[in-house]
């Protein structure tokens, strides 16, 4: 890296640069855990559609 004092330019840039990646940061932070309530939720559905059926399987009984 140049000794060189850095323009207005390059420091806009990079100023810039890191709120982007922040930016873009944040939203995968947010996707992923938007990702994982739907697995959550879709894993909870599966259980109680597990309980309902077994339970109507007790209630019938044998036939």
């Known amino acids: ?4 004092r850095r323009s207005f330019a390059q420091h806009a840039v990079d100023w810039a640069l890191g709120t982007f990646a922040c930016f ?3 939203v995968l932070m947010a996707w992923m855990d938007s990702k994982k309530s ?7 559905s599966t259980a109680v559609s597990t309980d309902r059926t077994a339970e109507h399987a007790a209630t019938r009984g044998t036939r």
């Open 1 to 4: 890296m140049s000794t060189a």
């Open 24 to 26: 873009v940061l944040l």
């Open 38 to 44: 739907e697995t959550a939720a879709l894993r909870r």
